[in-house]
């Protein structure tokens, strides 16, 4: 039998999640920052600041920014003076971000179409690998965190933020009702896309738990693996390193 897996809560080929979760952020892509920031009432900017703080990046530094889109995580590396290489698998992402880097006016940013699951870069290339709000989007993720592990130079380390569901009494299903039941009808409003987000919020609902996901990213050869979580798990920033 072929293997299948989740598009939100359809189990579907790996070829048509891919496939499904590109349209996805194409029909997204111009509203997503937009979108960003109402489904999170502007906490998303507190959260990338905590993580890049906690990514340190250096002046010279070659980081790998996976998922990277629209250029949020990039922006606050580059002006840290690191060399950032910005990847999304959808090319409507990736052109929204350069729009904005030129309207901001940061340069020395490259940008490249990659699928996270099979890096067109060579071993131990990258002295740091980030990821934010991507990698429940990965059709395979062990395959995806297994190659962050070999473009990652010896020493160079990990970062991922990702949404799971809280822990916190009261809290969790004050945002289960808020993401079921208005996220959807604001892509609807603002992306004229209702589906695409109901994906979404699927999509965080189905991640593994913060301990069991840094279980993952040990399973993949990172050492020191961790899971930072804010608001009882909702939002967790992980790390690993490569020895």
Known sequence: MDEKVNFGDEIVSPEEKTRRVGEVFSSVAR??????????GG????????FVARVKPRSGEQI?????GTGDIAFRMARRGALVTVS???ADMLEVGKERAARKQIEGLK???????????ANSTFDAYTIVFGIRNVTDIPAALSEAHRVLK??????CMEFSTSDWPGFAQLYERWSSKVIPKLGKAITDDEASYQYLVDSIRRFPRPQAFARMIADAGFVR????????GLVSIFSGWKI
């Open 111 to 121: 940008w490249s179409v990659q699928n996270a699951e099979r890096l067109g870069f």
């Open 88 to 90: 999304d698998i959808n």
């Open 43 to 50: 906490l998303h900017r507190l959260w990338k600041d905590r």
């Open 31 to 40: 509203r997503y920052d937009l979108m960003n920031d109402l489904m999170s």
């Open 64 to 68: 790998l920014d996976m998922a990277g």
């Open 154 to 159: 010896r020493g160079g380390r990990f970062y």
């Open 225 to 232: 693996s961790n899971s930072e979580p804010m608001l009882g």
